[in-house]
């Protein structure tokens, strides 16, 4: 019994060179575009971290302020605080504002950056 040849198609011969470049296109840019997903999911992670951890240190502040470190007079103090294995610098400025009332704002920032991450501000009555 003799073989008889295969019939070779122009389909069966596998990819063009313009086919398996077009290919490795769409797989590179949808590679590219997880992992700039991935980077800004990082980074707004922190960021929200950032402004969470900031927050919590200033209403650490505002009860500090409410309770046993009430200003003793109007202006600006600041210090460091260490959170979350990061210094912080916190700065309060307190103002008069009526006769029963002072106004204050406490800001919170990174000692690296120096950028203010989150400010909170509100009155406290005099004493």
Do not use: C, H
Request: cysteine-free.
């Amino acid at each position: 019994m003799e073989k008889l040849p295969k019939l070779k198609s122009k389909y069966s011969q596998g990819f063009s060179l313009l086919e398996v470049v077009i290919s490795l296109l769409i797989f590179s840019s949808s590679v590219i575009a997880i992992y700039q997903i991935i980077v800004s999911a990082q980074v707004s992670s922190q960021t929200m971290r950032d402004k969470v951890m900031a927050r919590e240190i200033a209403n650490n502040r505002y009860a500090m302020l409410e309770t046993i470190d009430y200003p003793i007079s109007l202006g600006s103090r600041s210090g460091i605080i260490k959170m979350a294995g990061q210094d912080w610098l916190w700065k309060e400025e307190t103002k008069d504002v009526s006769q029963y009332l002072n106004e204050f704002s406490i800001s919170i920032s990174l000692k690296e950056s120096g950028q203010v991450i989150f400010v909170r501000e509100g009155y406290i009555e005099k004493r």
